[in-house]
Nanobody, 121 residues
Framework: QVQLVESGGGLVQAGGSLRLSCAAS??????NGWGWHRQAPGKQREFI?????????DYADALKGRFTISRDNARNTVALQMNSLKPEDTAVYYC???????????????WGQGTQVTVSS
């Protein structure tokens, strides 16, 4: 089994910053890629950012410049640094990882349970 656990969410004032973390554990051979998504009340889950196994990153156009994704291969973790937060950034934030389990060849996608981020005006 593979588990993803997010942390770092909470309440912050507009203009503030938060750093989310996500750790993968279990029978992991390799994490090929990570991503962050979010879902606001009444809205669909939306893509924020992804980072590949070789460190290449990709961001949603609307969030470029404010959000930064980074990974730590040795610790099987990914982080999302969020700056200049706005009330519209309020959402549940989810990480996902494409994991090759020990003994397997192909990767599979796993999701964390989410962490709430609330930005007050």
């Amino acid at each position: 089994q593979v588990q993803l656990v997010e942390s770092g969410g909470g309440l912050v004032q507009a203009g503030g910053s938060l750093r989310l973390s996500c750790a993968a554990s279990g029978s992991i051979f390799r994490v090929n890629g990570w991503g962050w998504h979010r879902q606001a009340p009444g809205k669909q889950r939306e893509f924020i950012a992804r980072v590949t196994s070789d460190g290449a990153t990709d961001y949603a156009d609307a969030l470029k410049g404010r959000f930064t994704i980074s990974r730590d291969n040795a610790r099987n973790t990914v982080a999302l640094q969020m700056n200049s937060l706005k009330p519209e950034d309020t959402a549940v934030y989810y990480c996902n990882a494409r994991v090759v389990r020990t003994g397997n060849i192909y990767d599979a996608n796993y999701w964390g349970q989410g962490t709430q981020v609330t930005v007050s005006s």
